[in-house]
């Protein structure tokens, strides 16, 4: 079967909306990157107390809102009415800073009466942006938590969204679970997927082209580098595009680095900083 993903080479994505040039997550930052003509959003998930799926990358809203407290533990009508963007300052290459004069807290207040600075529906996302490519990663429920990985394939097949979105996660459980339930969702490897490739390279490079082939799933979201191993190769690329598998790599800021997976043949970068993407693109 045609990997779809290997046909949207430059599938490039703004982590979490832009972090570092908007608030993170938010959907003005959003909003911005599908203006700049980036083709992707990186985006996480959780599940609030009631069942409501929401994109925020922490666990805690502690780090971008003015409250406190666990996603998990907080239902949607405690989440809805937190700013999202309170602790950032645009232009200061932090996600959020704390202990800045007020003044520069340029989008602190904005919500409740601008929606888009609000904490944001995954189901709101999927509608907002019809047309354009959403990555999402399930972050780990809570050990007192249901699951949620079945909501996230249902609100994915609700929206009409199947063949734009692709889930990822940091659990190789979670995306089990996605295949389990619909095979037909495409998900990206999980770190155990990721090493078992990647040694594999290491002594067989035709191993892993043949363990990339014979695997579920579509691309490879790696970071460059994994502590002091470079896995961003030219040869990790070369044998999972032989495998038939994409390559997205995280998280790319800087234009050198940009320019060096370009020409490597990554298929997609993902970055906080979309409009020097935008300038390379």
Request: net charge negative; charged share 25%; hydrophobic share 40%.
């Amino acid at each position: 079967m045609i990997n779809p993903w290997l046909e949207r080479r430059s599938m490039h994505y703004a982590h979490r909306g832009g972090a570092l040039e908007a608030p993170s997550s938010t959907l003005f930052a959003m909003d911005r990157a599908v203006e700049l003509g980036i083709p992707g959003l990186e985006l996480d998930l959780h599940c609030s107390k009631d069942g409501v799926i929401v994109v925020l990358h922490d666990n805690e809203v502690d780090r971008t809102t003015p409250g406190d407290g666990k996603v998990s533990e907080l239902g949607i009508r405690e989440l809805s009415v937190l700013d999202n963007a309170y602790w950032f300052v645009p232009d200061s290459g932090e996600y959020c800073s704390v202990g800045r004069r007020s003044s520069e807290y340029l989008y602190r207040g904005r919500w409740p009466l601008d929606r888009r600075f609000g904490v944001a529906t995954f189901r709101e996302v999927l509608e907002r942006y019809p047309n354009t490519i959403i990555n999402v990663d399930i972050k780990a429920a809570p050990a007192n938590s249901e699951p949620y990985e079945a909501q996230v394939v249902s609100e994915i097949l609700g929206a009409g969204a199947k063949d734009r979105v692709i889930v990822a996660s940091f659990r190789d459980s979670s995306l089990f679970a996605v295949r389990k339930i619909n095979p037909e969702v495409f998900t990206s490897a999980g770190p155990g997927e990721i090493s078992e490739f990647y040694f594999a390279l290491i002594t067989d490079f035709k191993q892993a082209v043949a363990i990339a082939n014979a695997s579920p799933y579509v691309a490879f979201q790696i970071p460059r580098f994994y502590g002091e191993i470079e896995l961003a190769t030219e040869e990790f690329i070369e044998a999972a595009h032989e495998g038939g598998k994409a390559v997205h790599v995280w998280t790319i800021n800087e234009r050198d680095e940009m320019d060096l997976l370009i020409e490597r043949g990554a298929d997609g970068l993902i970055t906080d900083r979309p409009s020097l993407l935008k300038e390379l693109i």
